[in-house]
T-cell receptor
Framework: QKEVEQDPGPLSVPEGAIVSLNCTYS??????FMWYRQYSRKGPELLMY????GNKEDGRFTAQVDKSSKYISLFIRDSQPSDSATYLCAMSYILTGGGNKLTFGTGTQLKVEL | DTGVSQDPRHKITKRGQNVTFRCDPISEHNRLYWYRQTLGQGPEFLTYFQNEAQLEKSRLLSDRFSAERPKGSFSTLEIQRTEQGDSAMYLCASREGTGNTIYFGEGSWLTVV
């Protein structure tokens, strides 16, 4: 069993829809939770970062963490065609020396259609 | 451009050849990471440097792989005797000492033929 599970999609929605992306995890040591967006053949770009249970909002994006259920979500409101990308959840704990080791989900491919 | 810079962006090599990738982190970021990503998968952790010290290595990093970060600035990732299974995107990332945000470069694509 993978430490982080994420539905690969693809997910296709009409413009303006609310998108819900989800990940589950099994490692209780994870302390930090992130969502990255990755366009085709590009590096991942950080969208949201949180370390506590609850909701965090940034513009059209809301990240939700439920540590008791080991479940995280990303909501995108008023989705736009430019949101079409692969969305990766990532989780981490602190390594020796203070670094983070990110463990990623497989990514969910999202397409927002006109 | 003040982001993480990687070179080359694309490399096609024959099986058995050696390849080297270079990463220039964001200025003053003392923590540097290498990840590998194959099609349809999320990035997988390979190794981590704090300044010039390599503090963590994944078991994915076989003996054919070596990473260095001389003087704690840029880093290189060398793959010796490449195999077709090494075909992937190699991502470099960096983080400042007290921050929690990890910034990724655009990646170096490797195709082994």
């Amino acid at each position: 069993q993978k430490e982080v599970e994420q539905d690969p999609g693809p997910l296709s929605v009409p413009e303006g829809a609310i998108v819900s992306l989800n990940c589950t995890y099994s490692n209780s040591a994870f302390q930090y939770f992130m969502w990255y967006r990755q366009y085709s053949r590009k590096g991942p770009e950080l969208l949201m970062y949180t370390y506590s249970s609850g909701n965090k909002e940034d513009g059209r994006f809301t990240a939700q963490v439920d540590k008791s259920s080991k479940y995280i979500s990303l909501f995108i409101r008023d989705s736009q065609p430019s949101d079409s990308a692969t969305y990766l959840c990532a989780m981490s704990y602190i390594l020796t020396g203070g670094g983070n080791k990110l463990t990623f989900g497989t990514g969910t491919q999202l397409k927002v259609e006109l | 451009d003040t982001g993480v810079s990687q070179d080359p962006r694309h490399k096609i090599t024959k099986r058995g050849q050696n390849v080297t990738f270079r990463c220039d982190p964001i200025s003053e970021h003392n923590r540097l990471y290498w990840y590998r990503q194959t099609l349809g998968q999320g990035p997988e952790f390979l190794t981590y440097f704090q300044n010039e010290a390599q503090l963590e290595k994944s078991r994915l990093l076989s003996d054919r792989f070596s990473a260095e970060r001389p003087k704690g600035s840029f880093s290189t990732l060398e793959i010796q005797r490449t195999e077709q299974g090494d075909s992937a995107m190699y991502l470099c990332a960096s983080r400042e000492g007290t921050g929690n945000t990890i910034y990724f470069g655009e990646g170096s694509w490797l195709t082994v033929v």
